[in-house]
């Protein structure tokens, strides 16, 4: 969908907003994560701040509620020296796309550089990254059910840190496949970064249509979906699903999808379990798998705020370039070393 | 390309002597300035090399740094992902750092050198240690110590080439601007 | 008044007349077919290369106005539909206020009536407000003008009220028109299918029409009611509507040009000029609506035209209105469908005029000598750009905006009149 692509980059090919990492190419992708590695090593210094951002305005416009993702958002920032502004708005029914617009409108005033935006609406964000003055930079921190690219891509992060490279993965995702936007972006990246054998798990209710389309396999039994894999990456099951006939209760499915100490057994034997959190234990996972060793839900959330930081910054300096370029050159702008 | 700009410069054709002269040149800043126990802290990529073998020479613990989060041309050039990260393995607090580059030009690799020092803790003091100077300061910056100063044309530049063998060279940009 | 329209190639298909020719009118009716050489007239029309057919019927349309005028008025969409072809058309009940009421019926017909565009043959609301839980005034409203009934997108999901408006439509023997989608299934924004699932945006399954259409075909055939379905969008739907023929059943079908030329890959980029109720489907479906209007299992081609201001279309997809604004396009995308060899003029004609006319009048329409003058005239060639100036409807949802488009309606003429020119 180079809709997508041509939206998220300048005419350099320098990322400006990041929506999705449907539409970029594996370079792209390689470069977000490699940045991100050294945002890790930032982390575990005493001195976790440096000076990118500094003097940079960054709105996390949550119309959604999520007090992790947005929290997140918040440090990276910190860490990056911006100043960051938080701003809850919950969209009112009946006036819906109209408020959006307005809102957009009003924010304008307080010249921001970057919104990190969360909505419960598919598109959301990329309706915003084509509303807003060219200089703003949009980081998608999740649109309805279509993506969550932050999230996905500390999740490649964590996979290339603990298992290198992805052309020789197998790659399992269970779960409420149906309402996740995490899954979506997870199968683009895999999929982008070379990963070939990615396999969706869950009952048929909690599959997308067609999903297949996408280049996955789908498997209705647990057992045989992770056999021998690389990577199993748990989703969160919203209690939700089993009010409104999508599951009958929380013990079939743990039953039948539940991630024990025993299934996972039947992945390979140095595999790694992933999470986005917030997990429900008893419901989609065990406590033992989620506390035991071949658990990355900690290193995660630490991955996710270097990734943040990584898409942040290049996303600043993408706009900045953009910025500089019209303003001294209308030309493409060339690099030049500095000594 | 090197070859015909070196006879320009005949000591660049003799580096091991060079950096020879800027290890005495410590000493002697050490002894007169009696920096105790300093530490030497190296700038990506060149300044390491050159830091090891000074360091080596002292005895004296060695730290590296990466100024890519530090340039002051991030709205320009954008970010570039980083390769080597920072490593200082001590605390610089009230201790003497000898800051080693291999190149000295506009000084805002040094700014920035600087402010990355500062934001792991405050040295007693910081003394410039660099192979080479090229007179095209940008910025209030000059070396303690230096063992070669030089002025080049447009577009010419000066490199390091290592890590084992050091040697000095010029090298020429053919579309400069 | 007199009006000579010189050499054009008349496509009648009531008559299966396709033969360059010569057309006279005087007054109000045709007087003259044939070599007129030699004869004159009032208006004198140059006609070379253009296609001359009975004027066009539209089967689904709405005008807006009264409560909604920031998106159209009956003035300036009833001159878009001239400017696309159309003499008479049947707006669609979810006015607002809902056209449930003989006054509501009175006050849109008048409108038209003082525009002078088109003739206004309304299908009224099945029940109150479309509620779906009380009859309409039915015969009042037939009395009234209207030539039929629908409930419009809002399925009435209640079987025993359902029965109850098929029973007192067929006592009045009066048409009840289907939007065949059911209530729950369709609560998406878009076909279900690979392209709603990349994109994250709630699927309607092929299941949500079907299951519609088999449910009203049997109240059909319970209650002997002449029924029509309105914008059939899958194969599945063509295929029962062609089984439902075949077993003699007196049912007809329409589908709307969107559905004939776009499908559902166009909403790629979450671009909402193509958020469309019902949905547009895949490359299959569009493919069997086609085969659909030319074996004749569809009959009728109708325009769905749908506009908006520009403010109910800008937002996260979701939240946008469903609709688009057909008619300033619909011309040239049937001669897009003609290029590409899926449909001929004389198929199109026939789904837009002497089909929705048989539907709509009960009675055909014809280029035939003492008939009245309502005809069509569409030059293949003209090339031109839709922009805010070249278009008529106030709708801003055009999908084809600042593009350059082929064919374009040259004349058209009501009741003898010249109703829109170019």
């Known amino acids: 969908m180079t809709n997508s692509g041509n939206l998220q980059l300048t005419a350099n090919g320098e990322l400006r907003h990041f929506l999705t990492p449907e539409g970029l190419d594996r370079l792209m992708l390689e470069r977000i994560l490699d940045t991100a590695d050294s945002f890790v090593v930032i982390g575990n210094q005493e001195v976790k701040k440096v000076p990118l951002l500094r003097g940079r305005t960054v709105v996390n416009l949550f119309f959604?509620?999520?007090?992790?993702?947005?929290?997140?958002?918040?440090?990276?920032?910190?860490?990056?020296?911006?100043?960051?502004?938080?701003?809850?708005?919950?969209?009112?029914?009946?006036?819906?796309?109209?408020?959006?617009?307005?809102t957009l409108q009003n924010l304008r005033a307080m010249?921001?550089?970057?919104?990190?935006?969360?909505?419960?609406?598919?598109?959301?964000?990329?309706?915003?990254?084509?509303?807003?003055?060219?200089?703003?930079?949009?980081?998608?921190?999740?649109?309805?059910?279509?993506?969550?690219?932050?999230?996905?891509?500390?999740?490649?992060?964590?996979?290339?840190?603990?298992?290198?490279?992805?052309?020789?993965?197998?790659?399992?995702?269970?779960?409420?496949?149906?309402?996740?936007?995490?899954?979506?972006?997870?199968?683009?990246?895999?999929?982008?970064?070379?990963?070939?054998?990615?396999?969706?798990?869950?009952?048929?209710?909690?599959?997308?249509?067609?999903?297949?389309?996408?280049?996955?396999?789908?498997?209705?039994?647990?057992?045989?979906?992770?056999?021998?894999?690389?990577?199993v990456i748990m989703l969160r099951l919203q209690t939700e699903r089993m009010d409104s006939a999508f599951l009958p209760s929380a013990g079939e499915y743990f039953r039948l999808y539940g991630l024990t100490t025993e299934r996972l057994a039947q992945a390979?034997?140095?595999?790694?379990?992933?999470?986005?959190?917030?997990?429900?234990?008893?419901?989609?996972?065990?406590?033992?798998?989620?506390?035991?060793?071949?658990?990355?839900?900690?290193?995660?959330?630490?991955?996710?705020?270097?990734?943040?930081?990584?898409?942040?910054?290049?996303?600043?300096?993408?706009?900045?370039q953009q910025r500089h370029a019209k303003a001294v050159n209308p030309l493409s702008l060339k690099r030049e070393p500095q000594p | 390309m090197g070859a015909t700009q070196t006879l320009h410069y005949p000591e660049l054709a003799d580096t091991p002597a060079l950096v020879n002269n800027l290890l005495d040149q410590i000493d002697q800043l050490i002894f007169t300035q009696k920096l105790d126990q300093p530490l030497v802290i190296g700038i990506h990529t060149g300044g390491v090399w050159v830091a090891k073998v000074i360091a080596q020479h002292l005895q004296a613990p060695?730290?590296?740094?990466?100024?890519?989060?530090?340039?002051?041309?991030?709205?320009?050039?954008?970010?570039?992902?980083?390769?080597?990260?920072?490593?200082?393995?001590?605390?610089?607090?009230?201790?003497?750092?000898l800051l080693v580059d291999d190149v000295l030009m506009s000084g805002r690799t040094i700014r920035a050198a600087m402010n990355e020092l500062f934001d792991f803790?405050?040295?007693?003091?910081?003394?410039?240690?660099?192979?080479?100077?090229?007179?095209?300061?940008?910025?209030?910056?000059?070396?303690?110590?230096?063992?070669?100063?030089?002025?080049?044309?447009?577009?010419?530049?000066?490199?390091?080439?290592?890590?084992?063998?050091?040697?000095?060279?010029?090298?020429?940009?053919?579309?400069?601007? | 008044m007199s009006i000579l329209i010189r050499g054009a190639r008349l496509i009648d298909p009531s008559k299966q007349l396709d033969k360059v020719t010569d057309l006279y009118i005087k007054d109000h009716y045709i007087e003259?077919?044939?070599?007129?050489?030699?004869?004159?007239?009032?208006?004198?029309?140059?006609?070379?290369?253009?296609?001359?057919?009975?004027?066009?019927?539209?089967?689904?349309?709405?005008?807006?106005?009264?409560?909604?005028?920031?998106?159209?008025?009956?003035?300036?969409?009833?001159?878009?539909?001239?400017?696309?072809?159309?003499?008479?058309?049947?707006?669609?009940?979810?006015?607002?206020?809902?056209?449930?009421?003989?006054?509501?019926?009175?006050?849109?017909k008048n409108k038209a009536a003082a525009a002078g565009f088109c003739d206004l043959l309304p299908v009224a609301a099945l029940t109150k407000?479309?509620?779906?839980?009380?009859?309409?005034?039915?015969?009042?409203?037939?009395?009234?003008?209207?030539?039929?009934?629908?409930?419009?997108?809002?399925?009435?999901?209640?079987?025993?009220?359902?029965?109850?408006?098929?029973?007192?439509?067929a006592t009045f023997g009066l048409k009840v028109f289907v939007q065949a989608q059911d209530q729950q299934l369709g609560s998406g924004q878009m076909h279900a299918g690979p392209t709603a699932t990349r994109m994250g945006l709630d699927g309607i399954p092929v299941i949500a029409e079907t299951l519609a259409i088999s449910r009203h075909l049997q109240f059909m055939q319970h209650t002997g009611v002449s029924g029509h379905f309105n914008q059939l969008t899958s194969a599945a739907g063509v295929a029962l509507i062609r089984e439902a023929k075949a077993q003699g059943m007196k049912v007809t079908a329409d589908v709307g040009i969107a559905h004939l030329c776009f499908t559902d890959t166009a909403v790629q980029g979450y671009r909402s000029q193509y958020h469309v109720q019902p949905p547009l489907r895949e490359e299959s479906d569009r493919k069997a609506l086609l085969v659909g209007i030319v074996d004749g299992t569809l009959d009728a081609i109708c325009s769905a035209h749908q506009p908006h201001e520009s403010a109910a279309k800008c937002a996260p997809f979701a939240a946008t209105a469903s609709g688009m604004a057909t008619y300033d396009?619909?011309?040239?995308?049937?001669?897009?469908?003609?290029?590409?060899?899926?449909?001929?003029?004389?198929?199109?004609?026939?789904?837009?005029?002497?089909?929705?006319?048989?539907?709509?009048?009960?009675?055909?329409?014809?280029?035939?000598?003492?008939?009245?003058?309502?005809?069509?005239?569409?030059?293949p060639n003209h090339h031109w750009t839709l922009n805010s100036s070249s278009q008529l409807s106030h709708g801003t949802n055009q999908a084809l905006a600042h593009q350059q488009l082929k064919a374009r309606v040259s004349l058209t003429i009501k009741a003898g009149q010249i109703s829109y020119k170019v």
């Open chain 3, 129 to 169: 407000d479309l509620k779906g839980a009380q009859l309409s005034n039915m015969e009042s409203l037939s009395s009234a003008g209207c030539i039929g009934f629908s409930n419009a997108s809002y399925d009435i999901s209640n079987n025993t009220v359902l029965l109850r408006c098929y029973e007192y439509a």
């Open chain 2, 62 to 97: 060695l730290g590296q740094l990466d100024i890519a989060f530090y340039r002051d041309d991030f709205s320009k050039n954008g970010l570039h992902p980083q390769v080597s990260p920072s490593s200082l393995p001590f605390n610089i607090n009230d201790r003497h750092v």
């Open chain 1, 111 to 231: 010249h921001s550089d970057m919104f990190v935006v969360r909505h419960s609406d598919s598109g959301a964000a990329h309706f915003i990254a084509s509303q807003v003055t060219p200089d703003v930079a949009i980081i998608n921190a999740g649109d309805g059910r279509h993506a969550h690219p932050t999230q996905a891509m500390l999740d490649m992060l964590t996979i290339r840190r603990h298992k290198g490279n992805f052309e020789s993965l197998s790659v399992a995702i269970v779960g409420d496949i149906l309402h996740s936007r995490v899954a979506r972006d997870q199968v683009h990246a895999l999929k982008i970064l070379g990963c070939s054998d990615i396999r969706l798990v869950g009952p048929n209710t909690l599959m997308p249509q067609a999903i297949t389309s996408m280049g996955v396999t789908t498997h209705n039994n647990m057992d045989s979906g992770i056999d021998g894999v690389d990577v």
């Open chain 3, 32 to 108: 003259a077919i044939g070599d007129l050489t030699g004869v004159n007239a009032d208006t004198e029309i140059d006609a070379d290369g253009m296609i001359l057919s009975p004027s066009f019927i539209d089967l689904h349309t709405c005008l807006r106005d009264l409560n909604q005028i920031q998106k159209g008025t009956i003035a300036s969409e009833t001159q878009a539909a001239a400017s696309a072809g159309f003499t008479h058309l049947c707006p669609s009940p979810d006015t607002q206020p809902c056209s449930d009421a003989g006054s509501v019926i009175n006050m849109v």
């Open chain 1, 64 to 102: 959604e509620n999520s007090t992790r993702t947005r929290s997140t958002f918040e440090l990276a920032a910190k860490r990056l020296s911006a100043d960051v502004l938080t701003l809850d708005i919950k969209t009112s029914a009946t006036s819906k796309g109209e408020s959006l617009l307005d």
């Open chain 1, 268 to 320: 390979k034997p140095d595999a790694i379990v992933m999470h986005p959190g917030p997990i429900n234990r008893g419901i989609e996972i065990e406590s033992a798998v989620a506390d035991g060793p071949q658990s990355m839900i900690l290193h995660q959330v630490g991955y996710g705020i270097a990734l943040r930081m990584a898409v942040m910054s290049m996303a600043m300096s993408g706009q900045m």
């Open chain 3, 329 to 379: 396009m619909l011309v040239p995308l049937i001669q897009k469908l003609v290029d590409a060899e899926d449909l001929t003029w004389a198929l199109a004609i026939q789904a837009l005029s002497s089909n929705s006319a048989t539907i709509a009048l009960r009675k055909t329409t014809s280029l035939t000598l003492g008939e009245e003058a309502n005809l069509t005239l569409i030059d």
């Open chain 2, 121 to 177: 803790g405050r040295p007693a003091s910081i003394k410039l240690i660099t192979l080479c100077s090229v007179n095209q300061r940008e910025l209030p910056i000059q070396a303690d110590a230096c063992a070669l100063s030089l002025d080049l044309e447009a577009g010419q530049y000066i490199q390091l080439q290592g890590p084992d063998t050091l040697k000095l060279s010029i090298i020429e940009h053919a579309n400069h601007d």
